[in-house]
């Protein structure tokens, strides 16, 4: 078992996420995807001072390791053990918006890829878990021994890009119980056998993660939760790792930086669409060489910015409630979200 106060986990793209966030003394951020605390310690130091950061993890471990390690900024963070996909409710309940910055360092960290027992690693003997969050319900080990054989091959399908997703589920219930991660780890290697350097379980782990922790919808939600969330002129700041996640990105921006999203044949726009986000980087920003060699978890990380736009539906009367100030500059005028309004005014319905 890895020492949890001991393992570590190299934040990635570090100054290139403090760039994009465009951290300031005294700036609101939320840190999504805590982990070991590596992007938010760096967040508080250079957002010093008056600086708050408010960090987020499904998982408890990380959360507690990340805890240890921002305890010279007990006043300034406020660290919650809960998914992101509960971004928007979150924000309500610690009272945290609107901030000037969102970051979601998407996947597992090193630590948690390193620690017995949780089963991400094809290369360490461990039951087949995989849950971020151990409160979880469903496993890994119960999508691979109960799932059907067709709907199993989707998700290797789908989700790992495995285009021998259909032997590969063939096997695995051929051999059921499949109980550890060596054990699946090998049924794969025998049926698909070896091809370059990359382990031929690879896509399947990746595959059968994505479907316990529900990682692409959570997603999507949460990065439209973000924007309810962001004050004019905040970052939505994401780094992801694959190919899937990042296409949800990319997508998710670009439509949200558009005007009209009618389909092209629609001869009069219906959708009332309007930009909601400005793309900062045209072009995906990648780790640097000497990153990428110091650091081989690097490697696949993509990371992608936008900044929100005020928009006319948004805007404000200055002498509203100040609970539904949305301006991260201006204490008294800014903008609203409609739908963040209404949540709060639920809540607060509810509360009371
Ligand atoms: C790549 S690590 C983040 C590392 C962190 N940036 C650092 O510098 O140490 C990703 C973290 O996100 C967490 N995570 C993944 N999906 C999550 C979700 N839906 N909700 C909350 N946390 C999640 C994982 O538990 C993991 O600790």
């Not at 240890?68 to 406020?78: C, I, N, Q, V, W």
């Not at 620690?115 to 089963?119: C, T, V």
């Not at 959570?218 to 973000?226: G, H, I």
């Given at each position: 078992?890895?020492n949890?106060?001991?393992a570590?986990?190299?934040?990635?793209?570090?100054?290139?996420v403090?760039?994009?966030?465009?951290?300031?003394?005294?700036?609101?951020?939320?840190?999504?995807?805590?982990?070991a605390g590596?992007?938010?310690?760096?967040?508080?130091?250079?957002?010093?001072?008056?600086?708050?950061?408010?960090?987020?993890?499904?998982?408890?471990?990380?959360?507690?390791?990340?805890k240890?390690?921002?305890?010279?900024?007990?006043?300034?963070?406020?660290l919650v053990n809960?998914?992101?996909?509960?971004?928007?409710?979150?924000?309500?309940?610690?009272d945290?918006?609107?901030?000037?910055?969102?970051?979601?360092?998407?996947g597992?960290?090193?630590m948690q890829?390193g620690?017995?027992?949780?089963?991400f690693?094809?290369?360490r003997?461990a039951?087949?878990d995989?849950r971020?969050?151990?409160?979880?319900k469903?496993?890994?080990?119960?999508i691979?021994?109960?799932?059907?054989?067709?709907?199993l091959?989707?998700i290797?399908?789908t989700?790992?890009?495995?285009?021998?997703?259909?032997?590969?589920?063939?096997?695995i219930?051929d051999?059921?119980?499949?109980?550890?991660?060596l054990e699946?780890?090998?049924?794969?290697?025998?049926?698909?056998?070896?091809?370059?350097k990359i382990?031929?379980?690879?896509?399947?782990?990746q595959?059968?993660?994505?479907?316990v922790n529900h990682?692409?919808e959570?997603?999507?939600?949460?990065?439209?939760?973000?924007l309810?969330?962001l004050?004019?002129?905040?970052?939505?700041v994401?780094?992801?790792?694959?190919?899937?996640?990042?296409r949800i990105?990319?997508?998710?921006?670009?439509?949200?930086?558009k005007g009209?999203?009618c389909?092209?044949?629609?001869?009069?726009?219906?959708?009332?669409?309007?930009?909601?986000?400005?793309?900062?980087?045209?072009?995906?920003?990648?780790p640097?060489?000497?990153e990428?060699r110091?650091?081989p978890r690097?490697?696949?990380?993509?990371?992608?910015?936008?900044?929100?736009l005020a928009?006319?539906a948004?805007?404000y009367?200055?002498?509203?409630?100040?609970?539904?100030?949305?301006?991260?500059?201006?204490?008294?005028?800014?903008?609203?979200?409609?739908?963040?309004l209404?949540?709060?005014k639920?809540?607060?319905?509810?509360?009371s």
């Open positions: 078992m890895v949890r106060r001991s570590t986990h190299t934040p990635v793209m570090l100054s290139e403090l760039r994009a966030l465009d951290v300031q003394p005294g700036g609101r951020y939320i840190d999504c995807t805590l982990g590596g992007h938010a310690a760096s967040i508080l130091e250079h957002s010093s001072p008056g600086g708050q950061l408010l960090g987020i993890d499904a998982d408890p471990l990380a959360l507690e390791v990340a240890e390690r921002l305890l010279s900024f007990k006043e300034s963070a406020k809960d998914n992101f996909v509960n971004l928007q409710q979150i924000a309500i309940k610690y945290f918006f609107p901030v000037h910055g969102i970051l979601l360092d998407l597992l960290s090193s890829l620690e017995a027992g949780r089963g690693s094809f290369q003997h039951p087949l995989m971020f969050n151990p409160n979880q469903t496993t890994a080990a119960d691979v021994n109960t799932y059907a054989e067709t709907r091959a989707d290797i399908r989700y790992g890009e495995e285009p021998m997703a259909n032997r590969i589920a063939r096997s219930v051999a059921r119980p499949v109980e550890s991660t699946l780890a090998e049924i794969i290697e025998k049926t698909i056998g070896r091809r370059g382990h031929p379980a690879t896509k399947t782990f595959a059968l993660r994505i479907a990682e692409l959570n997603l999507e939600s949460t990065l439209r939760q973000a309810e969330i004050g004019y002129q905040g970052k939505l994401v780094i992801s790792y694959h190919s899937l996640e990042d990105v990319k997508q998710f921006m670009q439509r949200e930086a009209c999203i389909p092209p044949t629609t001869p009069v726009c219906v959708c009332g669409h309007t930009p909601r986000l400005k793309i900062i980087n045209r072009k995906v920003v990648i640097t060489e000497i990428q110091e650091n690097s490697r696949s990380a993509k990371l992608r910015t936008a900044e929100r928009v006319q948004d805007t009367a200055v002498n509203d409630d100040s609970v539904l100030f949305n301006s991260v500059d201006n204490p008294r005028g800014g903008l609203r979200r409609p739908v963040l209404q949540k709060i639920m809540a607060f319905l509810t509360a």
